[in-house]
């Protein structure tokens, strides 16, 4: 060929390489149908647990006079601080772990509703 026919080689060979077709590219695939697999998000119960306190975080503010109040209940424990978030600092806090809770109830099963309350009455008593 001559010189001012090479471009026409060379793009001729571009048009017969074989061309790559995805299976979503067919309109109608001459091979059975592939099933559409979707897979939910699995969540741990932490990632729910800090999802579920940044959304409620947008929304409350602690003050000076009317602070917020953070509770945490594990399966052993339960936590309860007073926070005023103008200047972050924690006020007051109790929990099961503190001596007072601890000596008065004797439980195995976890925090019960007789210990909340108890740490309730702690932690009024420490804010007042």
Do not use: N
């Not at 697999?37 to 940044?54: G, L, N």
């Amino acid at each position: 060929m001559s010189s001012s026919l090479s471009f026409l080689a060379s793009s001729q060979q571009l048009w017969l390489r074989p061309k790559i077709v995805g299976v979503a590219a067919t309109p109608f695939p001459r091979t059975q149908s592939r099933s559409l697999v979707v897979e939910a998000k699995a969540t741990t119960k932490r990632e729910d647990r800090t999802a579920r306190h940044t959304r409620i975080r947008k929304k409350v503010e602690g003050t000076p006079e009317r602070p917020r109040l953070a509770v945490f209940r594990s399966h052993k424990h339960i936590y309860v601080q007073v926070i005023d978030d103008t200047k972050m600092h924690t006020l007051a806090s109790a929990s099961t772990m503190q001596k007072p809770i601890s000596e008065e109830f004797d439980y195995t099963s976890g925090p019960t509703v007789e210990v909340a309350k108890k740490v309730g009455e702690v932690i009024a008593m420490c804010v007042k």
